[in-house]
């Protein structure tokens, strides 16, 4: 080492990686979305994201019963508007093609639905409703609130059946 040289190349670039890193770690506590330590397969219960509390203005039952009956309208409805696009494709093969996977989808749809409602109460769920859309899956349970267990456990059974991500799954609980 030279007379009189303080710090070398090697040391200042080594001090410089260090404040980089403690600058990363800084911003990460600072600007860290979850508020405090997360781990890995640690569950979080989202009110404003994934699950609400929807209040009804009736009868509870009544609501699942209306929900239930309105979605077997829409899709006797749509069988109905499939087999009159049917009749009336007569003999071309690429619309009854389409037909026919149109049926199909419906039908999947409906088993998708009826298995997260049947899990949910065998997982101890007094009744719950599932409607499946294009894009997204949306689960109205009944319940005063649900915990992070209980969202966890909804949203596992969601994935599972759809097969949509956690994202595009919605909890809904009805008091």
Same mark, same amino acid.
Request: net charge neutral; glycine share 8%.
């Given at each position: 080492?030279?007379?009189?040289?303080?710090?070398?190349?090697?040391?200042?670039? =080594?001090?410089?990686?260090?404040?980089?890193?403690?600058?990363?770690?800084?911003?990460?506590? &600072?600007?860290?979305? #979850?508020?405090?330590?997360?781990? =890995?397969?640690?569950?979080?219960?989202?009110?404003?994201?994934?699950?609400?509390?929807?209040? *009804?203005?009736?009868?509870?039952?009544?609501?699942?019963?209306?929900? !239930?009956?309105? !979605?077997?309208?829409?899709?006797?409805?749509?069988?109905?508007?499939?087999?009159?696009?049917? &009749?009336?494709?007569?003999?071309?093969?690429?619309?009854?093609?389409?037909? #026919?996977? *149109?049926?199909?989808?419906?039908?999947? !749809?409906?088993?998708?639905? *009826?298995?997260?409602?049947? =899990?949910?109460?065998?997982?101890?769920?007094?009744?719950? $409703?599932?409607? $499946?859309?294009?894009?997204?899956?949306? @689960?109205?349970?009944?319940?005063? #609130?649900? #915990?992070?267990?209980?969202? @966890?456990?909804?949203?596992?059974?969601?994935?599972?059946?759809?097969?949509?991500?956690?994202?595009? $799954?919605?909890? =809904?609980?009805?008091?």
């Amino acid at each position: 080492m030279k007379k009189g040289k303080v710090l070398g190349k090697s040391q200042i670039i =080594l001090a410089v990686m260090v404040l980089a890193l403690g600058a990363a770690v800084w911003f990460n506590m &600072k600007y860290s979305s #979850s508020g405090g330590t997360k781990y =890995l397969g640690e569950a979080q219960y989202v009110n404003s994201e994934n699950s609400e509390l929807l209040e *009804t203005s009736g009868n509870v039952a009544d609501y699942f019963e209306t929900a !239930r009956a309105e !979605r077997e309208a829409s899709y006797k409805a749509a069988q109905e508007n499939i087999t009159e696009a049917i &009749k009336t494709a007569g003999g071309d093969a690429a619309a009854l093609s389409e037909a #026919s996977k *149109t049926v199909s989808d419906l039908a999947l !749809r409906q088993k998708k639905e *009826t298995n997260i409602e049947t =899990l949910l109460k065998a997982k101890g769920f007094p009744d719950a $409703i599932a409607i $499946i859309g294009q894009n997204d899956v949306n @689960v109205v349970v009944k319940g005063e #609130s649900l #915990s992070g267990a209980q969202t @966890v456990q909804i949203q596992d059974i969601a994935m599972a059946q759809s097969g949509f991500a956690i994202d595009k $799954i919605k909890i =809904l609980a009805v008091k």
